[in-house]
């Protein structure tokens, strides 16, 4: 994460009143639609929507599953909330790259949702370009799990949902 980062994260979460990190919050908000401007000529339009940063504020990881073989990752994350409404965000990356700390970032959202031992619901996500031209998502989870995945293309669904109940899994990430 480079504009939404867990020291702003952490920033947020020790404020006492409210107002702690609140002008670097908005900072790093102003700093970050800057950027997606920069990258909206070179970015496919469905991923400059997607790109809003607090699209899948507060999401629950429904599945994942990897493919080391195919290169490629499908993330369901369960959205919205009673005002807006409930929708799923499915994310398919193909040509993926992950690094291992990525995998275990995965493994422990997973694993949290599942089990409900916490809340890893997410802060914020950011897109970028790297200068290979690979496309980086960066999601930021509660309590600050930090997971990005680089890979040569990126597409995304919406599908309405009538509520945040995630549906019973015996594990929430298939890796294969």
């Not at 670097?24 to 700093?31: D, G, I, T, V, W």
């Not at 929507?49 to 599953?65: H, K, T, W």
């Not at 799990?145 to 899994?169: A, F, H, K, Y």
Request: net charge negative.
């Amino acid at each position: 994460m480079k504009f939404f980062t867990l020291k702003l994260y952490n920033l947020l979460g020790e404020s006492i009143d409210g107002e702690g990190g609140l002008p670097e919050f908005k900072a790093a908000f102003a700093q970050y639609q800057a950027h997606i401007n920069k990258l909206s000529g070179l970015l496919e339009p469905d991923l400059v929507l997607f790109s809003e940063p607090f699209l899948i504020d507060d999401a629950l990881l429904v599945s994942a599953e990897l493919s080391r073989v195919l290169r490629t990752l499908d993330i369901v994350l369960r959205c919205g909330n009673l005002q807006v409404g409930y929708f799923d965000a499915e994310i398919h990356y193909g040509g993926v790259h992950m690094e291992p700390k990525d995998e275990e970032a995965l493994t422990a959202i997973a694993g949290w949702t599942t089990t409900r031992l916490g809340e890893a619901d997410a802060y914020a996500h950011e897109i970028d370009l790297t200068d290979d031209a690979l496309i980086e998502h960066s999601m930021l989870f509660h309590p600050g799990i930090e997971l990005s995945v680089s890979c040569q293309r990126l597409t995304w669904n919406r599908t309405d949902r009538p509520n945040r109940e995630l549906p019973n899994l015996e594990s929430r990430l298939v890796v294969s």
